[in-house]
């Protein structure tokens, strides 16, 4: 499949139905600072975010924005300026009509009623959604079967894990069989056998010809989920289109993985000082911090490195190809470095 | 959405409402054990006042059970909607495609509902504590009084409730208009002891009617159809109030995103 373009032309009319469709997506949130002294404060969450999506694809757009996205897409918010539109209804409008045909899931503990059962929360729901009296109890239990909960449903829902309750928010969100499905970061929390259930949780709804739209922190997910990934950052889509696609940005490159124990922020400085290194990244683990460095030369660059980081206490050292976090790293660091030199040039 | 369905709807919404406040210890004490204080307190103050009359006795159970049946209503409506955003089910609620003045609507009825289960509570109290004699005047107009009663009540709370979907800290309004209803609405204390400028305002208040129904079918010598037929006139009125509130107020959560804000 190919990347797309944040701004897409209008499908022919032998390509079918769009399942979501975004045009220039604006949403800025009015608040204010300060206690005593308010003064007026415009936040732009979302800058333009434009994407189609057709029915049974999946796309994941990751970073700051999304959640205002999809919220906007789903008819809880409205947006401050662009249009929307999902299985052809008008997200401002048409707002019951785009209720009935979408699923929404969240991540995290909210969203449940803790004090019943899983199966009184899904009756409750299924009533709210309009399913079929006469199917209800069928379609509870298949749900429950789809997402491995059958025999804890008539368990309180405050003694159920955090996996458990994501399930059953799943099972929530398909109750009215819907055909599009909002998926807000659905493994945030969870352990890894929880987040690989639902996985394959969603590609089941994938296969079953159902279109979702999942937000993910976990570039692997997205990777292993997506048909389409969309990249967002400070509220603008910076990048599209498949895994490999996104990769090929870093595909040149080699990723040097350097366990150090209590490096100095001087020699970090020192690793980015080197014309050979394009990008250096610091994630902080329990006693050491690993640095990912991003180079054009090769394996052959690791000495080097080692070397410029002196007397730093030196763990585990690792060259690699680059993943698909790789390539979100790099361009998540290179949209916000060509952001805050439009800023700083703007301010003069 | 068809007649069958709506009613299903409300009717699923506000069951579902009384089991949640079955298993909220506050809405237990609010509604079953407060009551019981306040006609403790009435039932003693009445005896120093050497009022001992057995439909004096009911006169001030009725008036303290409808203050447990005010109470909930105010933080059964509003305070659930603030539950609700805690738990992140607000938005699920308002996203649902169906009506969200049916489901407002069910979870009203379901406070008032419960308040009420709170005066059964208050009489039984009053009948093995205080030998209080459960007499009624009307006795068939008796359930028809009741129903008028919850349904003023449920379209007041939904009434209340839509300022809670729009704002957070709403909680407050309701802490402020407890006490005071429990007086203008004449709930122990007759209206007609209070000064005249207050009594228009009573007059526009559910519990007032409510109250004046249920004591007409169980105290007074004339039939209650003139406060059983204000009990549903301010209903209609109460129910398209919050309709067009609901409207206005559902769109202002949308621009400003408020519904999940906690």
């Known amino acids: ?348 | 959405m068809s007649l069958a369905r709506s009613v299903r709807l409300i009717w699923w919404v506000t069951w579902f409402n009384v089991r949640m406040l079955l298993v909220s210890e506050f809405f237990v004490l609010l509604t079953f054990v407060s009551p019981l204080i306040f006609a403790t307190l009435a039932f003693f103050l009445f005896r120093l006042g050497h009022s001992t009359g057995g439909q004096t006795l009911l006169y001030a159970a009725l008036g303290s059970g409808m203050m447990g049946v005010w109470s909930t209503t105010l933080f059964g409506c509003g305070g659930a909607i603030a539950w609700q955003r805690w738990e992140g089910t607000l938005e699920l609620l308002v996203n649902a495609p169906t009506r969200y003045d049916f489901i407002l609507a069910g979870q009203a009825f379901g406070a008032v509902i419960f308040g009420f289960a709170g005066i059964l509570m208050t009489i039984a109290w009053g009948m093995l504590l205080f030998g209080m004699p459960l007499t009624s005047t009307f006795p068939l107009l008796l359930p028809l009084s009741l129903f008028a009663a919850v349904v003023s009540l449920g379209a007041l709370g939904m009434l209340i409730a839509t300022s809670f979907v729009l704002y957070r800290h709403a909680n407050a309004l309701s802490n402020m208009l407890e006490y005071p209803i429990w007086l203008v609405a004449g709930l122990l204390v007759p209206i007609a002891t209070l000064p005249a400028w207050v009594q228009p305002i009573s007059w526009l208040l559910a519990p007032t009617w409510g109250m004046d129904a249920i004591r007409g079918a169980t105290l007074q010598s004339q039939p209650p159809w003139f406060a059983i037929g204000m009990c549903f006139a301010l209903a209609v009125v109460y129910y398209f109030l919050a309709r067009v509130a609901l409207r206005y107020v559902l769109h202002l959560a949308r621009r400003d995103a408020t519904l999940d804000l906690r």
């Open chain 1, 1 to 348: 499949m190919n990347a797309f373009a944040p701004r897409c032309p209008t499908p022919h009319a032998s390509d079918g139905p769009l399942a979501i469709e975004a045009v220039d997506l604006v949403r800025i949130y009015h608040t204010h600072t300060g206690v005593i002294r308010r003064r007026p404060l415009d936040v732009e969450a979302v800058r333009g975010v434009s994407f189609n999506v057709r029915p049974g694809e999946l796309l994941g757009p990751n970073g700051a924005g999304k959640t205002t996205t999809i919220k906007m897409l789903i008819t809880l918010l409205l947006p401050t300026s662009g249009s929307a539109r999902v299985m052809g209804y008008d997200v401002v409008r048409d707002t019951t009509d785009v209720r009935r045909r979408i699923g929404y899931v969240f991540g995290g503990d909210r969203g449940l009623y803790d004090r019943v059962s899983g199966l009184d929360n899904l009756r409750y729901f299924a009533e709210l959604y309009g399913v079929d009296p006469a199917q209800r109890d069928r379609r509870i239990a298949a749900l429950l079967e789809l997402v491995g909960l059958t025999g804890r449903e008539n368990e309180k829902v405050e003694g159920f894990s955090r996996g458990m309750r994501q399930r059953l928010h799943i099972a929530r969100g398909l109750l009215h069989d819907p055909q599009v499905i909002f998926m807000d970061e659905p493994s945030i929390g969870l352990d890894p056998i929880g987040a690989r259930e639902l996985r394959q949780t969603v590609k089941t709804l994938v296969e079953a010809g159902k279109t979702v739209l999942l937000t993910t922190h976990y570039m692997f997910e997205a990777d292993a989920l997506c048909d389409r990934i969309a990249v967002i950052n400070d509220g603008r889509i910076v990048a599209s289109g498949t895994g490999d696609d996104l990769k090929q940005a870093v595909l040149n490159r080699t990723i040097v993985e350097i366990e150090t124990f209590g490096v100095a922020p001087e020699a970090v400085d020192r690793l980015r000082d080197d014309p050979e290194v394009i990008a250096v990244n610091t994630e902080e683990r329990d006693q050491s911090q690993i640095l990912l460095v991003q180079s054009e030369r090769g394996p052959e660059i690791t000495q080097r490195l080692l070397g410029t980081l002196g007397d730093t206490r030196i763990g585990k050292v690792v060259a690699r190809e680059p993943t698909l976090e790789d390539a979100y790293v790099h361009l998540i660091a290179s949209t916000t470095r060509s952001d805050g030199a439009e800023r700083a040039a703007a301010l003069g």
